[in-house]
């Protein structure tokens, strides 16, 4: 598996040891949330963890209303992610054992505001024919919903207008060509309803086109349209590791953490904000 270099040993082939998974399951009691006690509490009377328990109860866990996920995501965008290692890890090793199920066949969508100036960059690029990566370092949730996906856009402030994301369709003929990173999680949700998609760092996608107008539910959006590559794959790495002379830029709000501009090639990593 190859990542690019501040993600080398976060998806190692490591296996993952009972102390591990003893520790992992204490932190996520520590939060002292009573739905997250109930959830977690019963694995402590296993003798040991078989990942088919694991992946889906710990799967739930991202999903209830508490501070544990947005913890976990943001400490993956900051590349402080030591703690969280064996979570992403077994999300991987559940998707390889077919105990997590992948989604293909449909449209993905996703809501969300961006600081303007990285939608101009990304604009412009494209519009010069630059190939535009976007890489996720945290989790990422998308919707099969569109209706759904679209209560998230809000006209609240020009510099950070409303995007609407749309994931083309990932054929299931394709399941042999490309690494699936990302997880159907609606029979595991506290929110079953949102038909939601998760997409575990390391996914990558690239950008196709941006539309300036797109109007959805009466509020004018842009809509960025991206193809889904899977892992981050050898040849990606390569260009990654390659340009050394990165640029990094932080946006006064909090929805992009950084971008980096890679000098020495036609390709501009977009890297997604966290979840909030």
């Known amino acids: 598996m190859f990542v690019p270099l501040i993600y080398k040993d976060l998806l190692t ?32 009377n296993i003798q040991y963890f078989p990942k088919e328990i694991l992946c889906k109860y710990w799967l739930r866990a991202y999903t209830i209303d508490c501070n544990f996920y947005k913890e976990m995501n943001n400490k993956l965008m900051s590349s402080k992610f ?24 449909c449209k993905l969508y996703r809501g969300t505001n961006l600081n303007i100036d990285e ?11 630059k190939k535009v990566l976007v890489f996720c370092k945290a989790f990422l949730s998308f919707s099969k919903n569109i209706d759904f996906a679209s209560v998230y856009l809000e006209e609240k402030n020009p510099k950070t207008p409303p995007v609407f994301f749309e994931i083309k369709e990932i054929e299931l003929k394709d399941k042999e060509n490309i690494d699936v990173s990302n997880i159907e999680i609606k029979n595991f949700s506290n929110f079953y309803i949102e038909d939601e998609i998760l997409f575990l760092p ?11 107008n797109f109007m959805i539910k009466g509020i004018k959006s842009y809509k960025i349209t991206l193809n889904y590559i899977g892992k981050f794959n050898n040849e990606l790495t390569k260009i990654y590791n390659d340009n050394q002379k ?13 971008i980096l501009y890679l000098h020495k090639t036609d390709t501009f990593f977009f890297h997604f904000p966290k979840i909030i």
């Open 246 to 258: 990165i640029k990094n830029l932080t946006s006064n709000d909090d929805l992009i953490k950084e």
């Open 202 to 212: 390391g996914s990558s996608f690239l950008i196709e086109k941006i539309d300036e």
């Open 13 to 44: 082939k490591k296996e993952i040891t009972e102390l591990e998974i003893q520790k992992f399951n204490d932190f996520l009691l520590d939060y002292k949330n009573e739905e997250l006690t109930h959830l977690i509490k019963p694995l402590n």
């Open 119 to 129: 939608i101009n960059e990304i604009n412009k690029r494209i519009s010069s024919n």
């Open 82 to 105: 030591d703690l969280f290692n064996i979570f992403v890890k077994l999300m991987y090793k559940g998707i390889e054992l077919n105990i997590l199920n992948s989604c293909f066949n």
